[in-house]
């Protein structure tokens, strides 16, 4: 018989119940109307129905969190802490403010942050838990020419045209004249502000040029020193009055001025206004002959691509690395088209391999402000059936995900058969993924 609780925090005096029990643990029917209700506002898809769907989740969760506490199997929790400061930041600026997320949530934004950090701490535990479970899966060579040898034609997948690209890129230097016009603009939003002329967050939303958080009042929400630049987080963690302003500070994404919000042990939330100097057409023009000249050099083989880069390049990313970029989804160094910048799309889409481009003016997607660059295509491989040659590695993570679908598939199954379980009558009639629930 279900178990039947008055919980004071449902609305209008809902009755919650409990409606599974996986060994010593509940789950509740508000657990799953919870689920149901985040998935359909993050614009999930529930491939059933939901009522069957979350329960069964729910419960192979908790068989791989019980695993976790036998195997001391933990999360850091500055990283939780980080992940559900980004959620929150998400939400807030999806629904418009603290407020309404309070409003649509119907919770205090520190009920949110508490189950949220529940939430964020389960999924990293299951998800260090499932790669213990699974760590020892490693095919050999010949395992992965059998997986591939063993594929029908028609399952070997269509691998897309990929590219290797290497950059040469640097700043059109920016006037004195303009650095020192920013300086001033920042030192007028701090006078404003030091004699209340003028609020913090309403300068930011008009003004920054951080376009995220400018729609937040220039707020970053909480955050630790390592997830800010250097010189940033110097002068911000040694902000100590919220009704300061800091000093002018200068990080390769612009000039800064920055308020302490709040303090929490080794995280910060603060505010900031960030401007940029202007680049003139004249920079721009001098920067593209410059380039055009060292690209000159490079064709007619005075100068190797890599020495140009070690020579010229500013991009810290990528200059000690011959000017091969890398993929930040992959690690690897393929690309395909849609993964890179549009203005390098656009220059190699029609070059041969060892081809130079034009020099062009761009926006770097890190900093956010234009740079001038030179690409050269390393590396061009058309659309094709993948190959052990060219898509080794791809295969070789086929079998591996293969193989570590197959190995947590048996392992719940062989868990369900040592767990206790009870499902409530009603929440019975359902075509599970895992059949031996009601063993």
Known sequence: MALLLSLGSMAQGVIDEV??????????????EEERLRAQYEGQQIKGDPYCVIPEQLAVQKLFLHQAEIDSVTANESSVSHQVDMRINYYINQIGSKEKMEEYFRKTSSDIREEMMTTVRNQMIIQQMQSKLTENIKPTPSDIRRFYNSLPADSIPLMPAQVEVQILSFEPPVPIEETERIKQRLREFTERVQNGSADFAMLARLYSEDTESAKRGGELGFVGRGQLVTEFADVAFNLNDPKRVSRIVQTEYGYHIIQLIEKKGERINCRHILLRPRISANDKIRAIERLDSIAQLIRNDSLQFEQAVIIYSQDKNTVMNAGLMINANSGSSRFEYQDLAPEIAKQIYNMQEGDISQPFVMMDPQKNKEVCAIVRLKKKTDIHRANLTDDFQAIKTMLEDKLSREFIHNWILKKQKETYVQIAPEWRGCD????????
Request: hydrophobic content about 50%; proline content about 5%; overall charge negative.
């Open 19 to 32: 409606i599974w029990v996986i060994g010593d643990e509940a789950i509740l029917r508000s657990e799953v």
């Open 432 to 439: 599970f993924e895992y059949p031996n629930w009601l063993h």
